[in-house]
């Protein structure tokens, strides 16, 4: 079974059913139990305002999300350990992965049209491909 495992939640729908299933996993084997949200930064802003203002926005975001996965685990009488880090989604949980020798990633399935995947791919296809260790796609 798993000893480590990392659920990556960004609030999505498919993150909510990829965090009941880890919580369920984590629990059935006893496992460490900790979730990672990625706050991604913004793109191109124009101002130094403009970041801050993301900034608070996505805080306010993750902060909720965090709050209802805890209560959601606690509910289940499961430990979870969150974790934020900023940057993009994939290579971020990637690297939390391999650093923090997780057995298993538990990441959300999130559909978009075929022509989105075929030209940018998603994020989920990705953590897939690189990621250090198994990987739990929850539809």
Known sequence: ???????????????????????????????????????????????????????????????????AARAEAKAQ??????????????PRIVEFAESGRFDLVVIGFMGHSALYNRLIGSTTDRVVELAPCAVLVVK
Do not use: W, Y
């Open 77 to 90: 009488r499961v430990k979870l350990q969150t974790h934020i880090a900023a940057g993009h989604a994939v």
């Open 1 to 67: 079974m798993f000893r480590k495992i990392l659920i990556a939640n960004d609030g999505s729908p498919g993150a909510r059913k990829a965090l009941g299933a880890a919580i369920l996993m984590a629990k059935r084997s006893k496992a460490e139990l900790h979730m990672i949200c990625v706050e991604e930064l913004p793109g191109l802003p124009a101002t130094m305002d403009e970041v801050v203002e993301e900034k608070l926005e996505a805080n306010h975001k993750i902060e909720k999300v965090m709050a």
